[in-house]
């Protein structure tokens, strides 16, 4: 009896632990890869959905940072604009850096098609066409882009930096992203 009393005490623990971890959510895979596109290294990621499937077709966005659009630039609009809603709905984000500290619309652009088709070629975006976005300069870069290479997107955002609602508040004179005049 004590045997199979043991036996019990320690598979309910074990279950438990098992049951905790499934219930967990999947969080989003992100990726910190380069590829070398006409003789220019350029550095992105990618977040891939929860439970990714390389054989089923995802949206896809294809993000832009603002500013120099650095490396820097990239995880920021990755992880106040992007990371959360493509996680809960099932997309795939590439996001660059522009190469050689040259913006997306100056002479960065010359990445583009060729890293879309390879991005293509690794990932399967639904209808092989992208929603590009962006703040700021990365906004700026979008439109440029997309201009560019129509074929390959389905829209443009372009949008402001990220503020939060305390430091939009601040200003006494404005009516805040917080819904309320001042």
């Keep these: 009896m004590k045997q199979l009393c043991s036996k019990w005490m320690l598979l309910i623990p074990a279950a438990a632990a098992v049951a905790i971890i499934a219930a967990q959510p999947l969080q989003a895979e992100l990726l910190e890869k380069t590829k070398k596109v006409g003789g220019t290294t350029v550095h992105y990621k990618v977040a891939l959905p929860n439970g990714y499937d390389p054989a089923k077709a995802y949206p896809g966005i294809l993000a832009l940072g603002g500013g120099p659009q650095t490396m820097n630039t990239v995880d920021a609009v990755l992880n106040r604009n992007l990371l959360a809603e493509a996680e809960k709905r099932g997309y795939i984000v590439v996001a660059p850096a522009a190469p050689d500290d040259q913006l997306f619309f100056e002479d960065g652009a010359r990445i583009f098609p060729e890293f879309l088709k390879m991005i293509l070629?690794?990932?399967?975006?639904?209808?092989?066409?992208?929603?590009?976005?962006?703040?700021?300069?990365?906004?700026?870069?979008?439109?440029?882009?997309?201009?560019?290479?129509?074929?390959?997107?389905?829209?443009?955002?372009?949008?402001?930096?990220?503020?939060?609602?305390?430091?939009?508040?601040?200003?006494?004179?404005?009516?805040?992203?917080c819904g309320t005049a001042r």
């Design 121 to 177: 070629a690794d990932y399967k975006i639904q209808d092989n066409k992208f929603h590009i976005a962006g703040p700021s300069n990365g906004g700026i870069a979008a439109f440029h882009v997309a201009a560019a290479n129509p074929q390959y997107f389905l829209s443009v955002t372009a949008f402001r930096r990220f503020r939060t609602c305390a430091y939009s508040c601040m200003s006494a004179n404005s009516t805040s992203t």
